[in-house]
């Protein structure tokens, strides 16, 4: 599965709900398979979208935020991880795309494929899943429909072969918009 | 800063629809923290970044947020500062602790110290020194910033050496 199959599925599962992306590939392929307003592409400050996602969530405890992160993204701030896992906000699904890879810049290696992240989140008691197939993560989105997180879905995706176009709305129009969804 | 007007500063901004005190302590705004405490109102992170990431999602709700962090923090935070404060234009107060203020503070802070008004300025980031006389009128200040989409810092002085 690559990062766009998993983002088509879970676009098609969770509707029009909210979703923090993460920069790079991450942001660019939801841009380019769902853009909505209830999307906030991040597109610097890496690392930090699982943050920005625990502040709305933490403010808004009727509506379910999802992350979408990487496993680059998570590594450099694990330190929100255990910050979410602490604060422990019921409406809060964190989605990591792990190809244990830094796809954005060129595909160098992260360190996940030796630090399992499923395991770490689960120490930070999140409750975690692990999907490596369509069907599985299929599966996954089913049974979390109802439940209350922290929630984690780890997705191993492999390298895609193509790029997706730039987010290119405005940094303020993409806050705008997704305020007004809120 | 003394006790009493830290307390002050905490309860007046608590007051004037500040709910969120977001960040990692300093020991030269305990007493604003402690306050803070004991109302029920803050949130300590691991770093100063995911502070400022917590405070925007936040403030995107439309409430009001403060970031606290001594000056290493804020030295931490220029990238997240610019790429995400600054570039979707999100509110906030920064409360910053300026250490390597006095000569006599410890080594590590003299440099950060030393280049924090200039750090601010290169940022454009608005700030102001509270000090006993000006600290509400700052509040006000700040209060008046966030209120029209801009983010603003209130600098404590490290005054005492312990």
Request: glycine share 6%.
């Amino acid at each position: 599965m690559i990062r766009k199959e998993a983002i088509s599925i879970i676009s098609k599962k969770i509707g029009n709900q909210s979703i923090i992306s993460a920069n790079g590939f991450i942001s660019r392929d939801l841009f380019e398979i769902n853009d909505k307003n209830s999307n906030f592409y991040m597109i610097g400050s890496m690392g930090l979208a699982s943050s920005i996602g625990l502040g709305l969530a933490l403010k808004n405890p009727k509506k379910r935020f999802f992350i979408f992160d990487g496993d680059g993204n998570v590594l450099m701030n694990l330190g929100s991880l255990a910050t979410i896992g602490a604060t422990e906000p019921k409406n809060l699904v964190h989605i990591v795309f792990d190809n244990s890879l830094h796809e954005s810049t060129g595909g160098q290696p992260t360190i996940s494929k030796k630090i399992d992240i499923h395991s770490v989140a689960k120490t930070l008691k999140y409750k975690t899943y692990k999907a490596t197939t369509k069907n599985e993560l299929e599966n996954i989105l089913h049974r979390i429909k109802k439940m209350k997180g922290p929630i984690l879905i780890l997705i191993k995706i492999s390298k895609s072969k193509t790029t997706s176009k730039r987010v290119d709305i405005d940094a303020i129009k993409i806050k705008q918009r997704f305020m007004e969804s809120l | 800063m003394k006790a009493t007007i830290q307390k002050k500063v905490f309860n007046y901004l608590l007051k004037n629809n500040v709910k969120n005190f977001v960040g990692v302590p300093d020991s030269t705004m305990k007493h604003f923290i402690n306050e803070g405490f004991k109302k029920n109102k803050i949130l300590i992170t691991t770093r100063e970044e995911e502070a400022i990431g917590i405070a925007a999602g936040m403030s995107m709700s439309r409430s009001d947020s403060l970031v606290f962090m001594q000056n290493a923090g804020f030295a931490n935070s220029l990238s997240t500062i610019t790429s995400l404060v600054q570039l979707y234009k999100i509110p906030m107060i920064f409360l910053i602790g300026w250490r390597g203020f006095l000569k006599n503070d410890a080594p590590e802070h003299t440099k950060i110290g030393k280049i924090q008004p200039k750090l601010l300025q290169a940022l454009s980031l608005q700030s102001k020194v509270l000090n006993e006389k000006n600290w509400k009128a700052s509040c006000d200040w700040a209060l008046q910033l966030i209120k029209g989409g801009k983010p603003c810092v209130l600098i404590l002085i490290r005054d005492f050496i312990d």
